[in-house]
């Protein structure tokens, strides 16, 4: 082991449900609009191919996690999202190939403080700030490809304090599951640990403190989170 000058920080993880041990998360990629009705209330074109932002690995937080409201916004959004689990690494790696690389998948929430989102795309800027910040990755627990199977389809959801905000489908997806896993594979070397957000259908909006966050997909799970004061 390398003799570090400070204490190494914890590896940071995502629960795997019926088990003790957790799933290290090495990277965070995400996928933007990635459902055809969530691209048109954007104001975006649903022909365009994915994109890709990341968020860091730290970001990362469990399902049951109660979330300080962030600091320098006054816009915060929720994205509900499936997230898919590499447990096998590649480069380049063909759509057809693609599911062979996944050990599960999760249900998550992209956090996105959008005023900050929408102040970077009128500047031309990266939208680093916006996305990646603390506590801006719920992940909930993630089930094993081998229990689950590979999801085209269910239901995904999200309500605040009960009332629903965002219900669509996973077949709605403009980029499938297996066609992310490729392109994104195409630029970067994926690698067991790394996470995939997979975009979000529409109905995204804001969350306020005290907001109680549900949401879930079909055959994979469920998650929900608190929104605190500052």
């Known amino acids: 082991m390398p003799d570090f000058v400070i204490d190494a ?14 799933f290290p998360v090495r990277r965070v990629f995400c996928v933007g ?9 954007m104001g975006n074109d649903e022909r365009e191919p994915p994109f890709f932002f990341s968020k860091p690995a730290d970001a990362v937080v469990d399902s049951g996690v109660t979330i300080p409201y962030p600091p320098l916004t006054r816009n915060l959004h929720h994205e509900i999202e499936l997230v898919v689990a590499i447990g096998s690494g590649g480069a380049r790696i063909s759509a057809p190939d693609a599911l062979g690389h996944v050990f599960g998948y999760a249900v998550g929430i992209d956090l996105t403080r959008r005023d900050l989102q929408d102040q970077a795309k009128e500047m031309r800027r990266p939208w680093d ?19 689950a199977g590979h999801p085209s389809g269910g239901r995904i959801w999200l309500a605040v304090n009960g009332t629903p905000r965002q219900d669509a489908d996973l077949s709605e997806m403009i980029w499938a599951v297996p066609d992310v896993i490729a392109f994104c594979s195409q630029s970067v070397r994926l690698l067991p640990g790394d996470l995939i957000y997979t975009g979000t259908p529409a109905g995204v909006g804001p969350l306020q403190a005290g907001d109680r966050v549900t949401g879930g997909i079909d055959g994979i ?10």
Do not use: Q
């Open 221 to 230: 799970g469920t998650l929900e989170t608190v929104i605190t004061a500052a």
């Open 33 to 41: 609009r990635n459902y055809a009705a969530h691209v048109r209330e």
């Open 9 to 22: 920080p914890a590896v940071p993880s995502v629960a795997v449900a019926g088990e003790t041990g957790r």
């Open 129 to 147: 700030w916006s996305k990646g910040f603390d506590n801006s990755a719920v992940c909930g627990p993630l089930v094993r490809a081998s229990a």
